[in-house]
């Protein structure tokens, strides 16, 4: 799965942006990922729920929402009840995250759970049972265009592990520095969806970019379920 990041894109035309990468089935993408910062969790404001509540008037694509906020317990269930289809809080910022967990998904919404670089996979296990998706980040959250972080891969292929063994009954997504010289050893670590900013959206054709991410993807997706 292909989740082009609207982080990269031209804030000006956003609809145009989103519409660029909603085409043929070969092309189009799975998720669109929609970065939400508050200037408080992270150190940069980009967008918030009214935003949101528009682009989803924009297309069909299904909506990932990605919480970079402090308080996502008071927020993240409006993003739910606005039509995200899969919304992400920190594990860093949740006070109670299975309480979370449940609030989003009897909005509607699948619930997601990341956790920072250099944030541990271990203590988060028994949460993880309560949530849909867990998001590693292979960046630190608030900026795109950040190099890829190779260590993280390890907390990608343990949950592949917990997945695979039934341990865990989640969707592993993957943020931050994902392109082509990145996607195939990401997938090979286990990941299922690849979050990708630069990647798709300064190139010429961000429709064909995701067309060719998720190609550069398979070899290493082949690997890791042999």
């Given at each position: 799965?292909i989740?082009p990041s609207?982080?990269?894109?031209d804030?000006?035309?956003?609809a ?7 085409g043929e ?6 998720w669109?990922?929609?970065?939400v ?8 404001l980009t ?16 909506m990932d ?10 927020w993240?269930i409006?993003?739910a009840e ?11 910022a949740?006070k109670?995250?299975v309480?979370?967990?449940k ?8 619930a997601?759970l ?5 944030t541990?996979l271990?203590p988060?296990v ?6 849909d998706?867990?998001?590693v980040?292979s ?10 972080i190779t260590?993280?891969?390890d907390k ?5 592990d917990?997945?695979?063994t ?7 997504e993957?943020?931050?520095g994902i392109?082509?010289?990145?996607i195939?050893?990401a997938?090979?670590?286990?990941v299922?969806?690849f979050v990708a900013g630069?990647a798709v959206?300064?190139a010429?054709d961000p429709?064909r ?5 998720r190609?550069?993807a398979a ?7 042999r």
């Amino acid at each position: 799965m292909i989740a082009p990041s609207i982080l990269s894109a031209d804030f000006a035309h956003l609809a145009d942006e989103i519409a660029a990468v909603d085409g043929e089935p070969g092309t189009r993408a799975d998720w669109l990922h929609v970065d939400v910062m508050d200037a408080h969790f992270v150190p940069n404001l980009t967008l918030g729920l009214p935003v949101v509540e528009s682009l989803l008037k924009t297309s069909d694509i299904p909506m990932d929402c990605h919480l970079m906020i402090e308080n996502p317990d008071h927020w993240a269930i409006g993003y739910a009840e606005a039509g995200a289809h899969n919304v992400t809080v920190h594990a860093e910022a949740a006070k109670d995250p299975v309480a979370i967990a449940k609030d989003l998904k009897a909005a509607g919404a699948k619930a997601g759970l990341s956790i920072k670089p250099g944030t541990p996979l271990e203590p988060n296990v028994d949460v993880l049972k309560h949530y849909d998706t867990l998001l590693v980040m292979s960046v630190e959250p608030g900026f795109g265009g950040q190099k890829f972080i190779t260590e993280v891969l390890d907390k990608a292929r343990t949950a592949r592990d917990l997945v695979d063994t039934g341990h865990l009954k989640l969707l592993v997504e993957i943020d931050g520095g994902i392109n082509a010289d990145t996607i195939e050893q990401a997938a090979e670590a286990g990941v299922d969806c690849f979050v990708a900013g630069s990647a798709v959206y300064n190139a010429e054709d961000p429709a064909r970019a995701v067309e060719a991410l998720r190609g550069q993807a398979a070899p290493g997706f082949a690997h890791a379920r042999r």
